[in-house]
C-alpha cells in the first residue's frame, strides 16, 4: 500500500500539490485522473522521489521512503513513462533486461524472464528479441517499456501516461493487453492519465484531482453516479458525449465527395472519438474518409461538435 499524507510540493508561491491525502490499496490500479497542470506527475514524481515534496510525506507499506535510498526505492517500483527511453544500441531484450542485470540476476534466468515478459506485453519473442528500438513502431515501443518496468518484478508500478502518446488503435490495444497483464499480476499500480475513458477503462479506482487537490476518489461507478461535486460532475459529464461519439463510426458523420489532396486520412468504420483524437493530434480540423483504402468523403470538426452539443 502507498499512502499519501498531507502531500504538498510548492514552487514559489504556487502550489502544484497541496495537503493531499491519498491511499493506493495493494494489488489494485488507481488512476489519478485530471487537468493538465493540476498536480498529477509532481504527484507520481514524489512517490519515486523523482521530486521531493515540500510538506507531507509517502509510506511504502508503512515506511516513510524518506528512510529508504532513492535508488533502492526506484529499483522497487517500476516506471512507465509516455515517450518512453529506449536505449538505441542494445536490442530489445537487452533493453528489457536492464534492472535484472544491474541487480546481478542469474543470465539464464533473465533470458527465460525477457521472454515472458514479451509475450505477456503480446510481441513474439522470436520475432522481436533481437530487433533495435528503431525498428519498432511507437504501440510496439512502449510494450517493450511496459515488459521492462515488470522485468525486476516490482511490487509497485508507477506510469505517467503511459499511452499517451500512441494513436488511438495503437493505444486501445495496448489498453487491452494491459488490463489483462494487471488481471494476472495484481501489482500496485498508479497511473496517471487525463484520458477519462482510460481512467474508467483500466481504474479499479479513480482519484480526481483540480488544481493541485483531490475533488474526489473512488470506483468509476462512484465518480459517475455519485460525484462529490460539481466539478466531478462536469468533468465526466463532458465525457458522456465523447462515449456517444465512440460508440458511432466516422461514416455517420461523413459528409460525401472527393477528398483534397494532403488531408490526413482514416478509416469510416473508425469511431467518431477517435477520430476527434486525430484532429487534435494534427491540428485539422477535416479528416479525409476512406473505405477500403478508396476515398469516399470528409468529415469536418463541425459535424462532430454539432453532435455533442445535441446530445450534451
Ligand atoms: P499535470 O501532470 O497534472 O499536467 P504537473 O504535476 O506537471 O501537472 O504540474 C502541476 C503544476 O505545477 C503546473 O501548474 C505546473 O506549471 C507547475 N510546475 C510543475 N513543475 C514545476 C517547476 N519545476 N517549477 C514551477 N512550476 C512547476
Ligand atoms: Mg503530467
Given at each position: 500500500m502507498i499512502e499519501l499524507q498531507g502531500l504538498e510540493k510548492?514552487?514559489?508561491?504556487t502550489y502544484a500539490v497541496e495537503n493531499l491525502d491519498l491511499v493506493f490499496p495493494d494489488g489494485q490500479l488507481t488512476a489519478l485522473l485530471g487537468p493538465s497542470g493540476c498536480g498529477k506527475t509532481t504527484t507520481l514524481r514524489m512517490i519515486n522521489r523523482l521530486i521531493e515534496p515540500t510538506g507531507g510525506r509517502v509510506l511504502l507499506q508503512g515506511q516513510d521512503t524518506r528512510e529508504l535510498r532513492p535508488e533502492e526505492l526506484r529499483r522497487g517500483i517500476g516506471y512507465v513513462i509516455q515517450q518512453i527511453g529506449l536505449f538505441p544500441?542494445?536490442?530489445?531484450?537487452q533493453n528489457v533486461a536492464t534492472v535484472p542485470d544491474l541487480l546481478g540476476r542469474d543470465r539464464r534466468d533473465t533470458a527465460r524472464r525477457v521472454d515472458e515478459l514479451l509475450a505477456l506485453v503480446g510481441l513474439d519473442p522470436e520475432t522481436f528479441r533481437e530487433k533495435k528500438p528503431a525498428e519498432l513502431s511507437g504501440g510496439q515501443a512502449q510494450r517493450v517499456g511496459v515488459a521492462r518496468a515488470l522485468a525486476a518484478d516490482p511490487p509497485v508500478l508507477?506510469?505517467?501516461e503511459p499511452f499517451g502518446a500512441l494513436d488511438p488503435l495503437a493505444r486501445d490495444a495496448l489498453q487491452d493487453a494491459f488490463r489483462d497483464i494487471q488481471q494476472r499480476l495484481k501489482k500496485t499500480v498508479v497511473m496517471v492519465t487525463h484520458d477519462i475513458d482510460e481512467a474508467l477503462r483500466l481504474g479499479d479506482r479513480v482519484a480526481l484531482m483540480n488544481a493541485g487537490r483531490l475533488e474526489q476518489v473512488g470506483t468509476p461507478d462512484d465518480l459517475i453516479h455519485r460525484p462529490a461535486s460539481e466539478f466531478v460532475r462536469q468533468?465526466?459529464?463532458?465525457?458522456?458525449?465523447?462515449?456517444q461519439l465512440a460508440g458511432r463510426p466516422v461514416a455517420a458523420f461523413m459528409t460525401p465527395g472527393p477528398v483534397p489532396s494532403g488531408l490526413p486520412t482514416v478509416d469510416a468504420a473508425l469511431n467518431a472519438r477517435s477520430a476527434?483524437?486525430?484532429m487534435l493530434r494534427d491540428g485539422t480540423d477535416t479528416?479525409?474518409?476512406?473505405?477500403e483504402g478508396q476515398p469516399v468523403g470528409t468529415v469536418a470538426w463541425s459535424a462532430l461538435r454539432e453532435h455533442e452539443s445535441r446530445s450534451a
Open positions: 510548492r514552487y514559489g508561491e544500441h542494445l536490442n530489445v531484450a508507477v506510469m505517467d468533468f465526466l459529464g463532458e465525457d458522456a458525449t465523447l462515449r476527434l483524437s486525430i479528416l479525409g474518409v476512406t473505405r
